[in-house]
């Protein structure tokens, strides 16, 4: 299928893109950085049968605008907090991976935005956090953002590679490339990294006792991004939640292994009823 971000929701002047599948009980996706809705093309139909699947690009990223100014966690979680107003929910089931993680968690518990359940896929919850390319954009944007294109080309895919476990293709990392590519896009990729920072998951890491429903967390053994150590200490902070380790799998867990987000989120969900 084309992926697709049809229709259009306006915050704070600012055009936030999403698109929804199914009908039923309402399941939200959301994606982390530096990628786009595009990493659940290929679960998004599955979970639409018998559900309505929510899906949405972040502020500065995808389809979304990409202003020259905030597009940190610290308005992220307000933005999706607005989109479930926008869009009616009340409790619905949020899947959430990387920054998608930390934007499900703040708006949780900074906006009080209630779930059914929150499935956790290599959020960045715990601190430390922050990789060597993070560090280094951070202290040195400008450098960043306007170096030659060709350089950019260059540096994009071999970061993206290290985000999976398995041996990605041209093929398997264009979507995630292209969104980043031109000029303008190769700034907005270093500006959401030099936005990059650790107050907004210490804001609410010492309050993960206070989640108010179930939770999952999925993490892949592989991880290069983020250690699978940072799963296990997020799943002792999170009274009764679940942890399950997923083999052969690295941070970008929708390419390296869809089928085991499907089978343990779908269990997940029909144990609590859904």
Known sequence: MTWQTPETFLFEGHSIRWGSLGEGEPLV???GTPFWSYEWARLAPLLARGRKVYFFDMLGYGNSDRPDGDVSLGVQNRIFAALVTHWGLSRP???????????????HLIDGVAYNSLTLIDPVAIRPWGSPLVQHVKHHEAAFAGMPGYMHEAILPAYLKSAMKRDATDGTLAPYADQWAGAEKQASFY????????????????RYGEIRCPVLILWGEDDEWIPIERGRE??????GSDFISVPGAGHLMQEDAPEAIAFHLQAFLKSQGR
Do not use: K, W
């Open 29 to 31: 996706l959301m994606h």
């Open 93 to 107: 089931d949020v899947v959430a991976h990387d920054f998608g993680g930390a934007t499900a968690l703040r708006a």
């Open 191 to 206: 500006r959401q990294i030099a936005q990059m920072d650790q107050r907004f998951t210490d804001e609410v890491q010492d």
């Open 234 to 239: 997020l799943h002792a902070m999170i009274p």
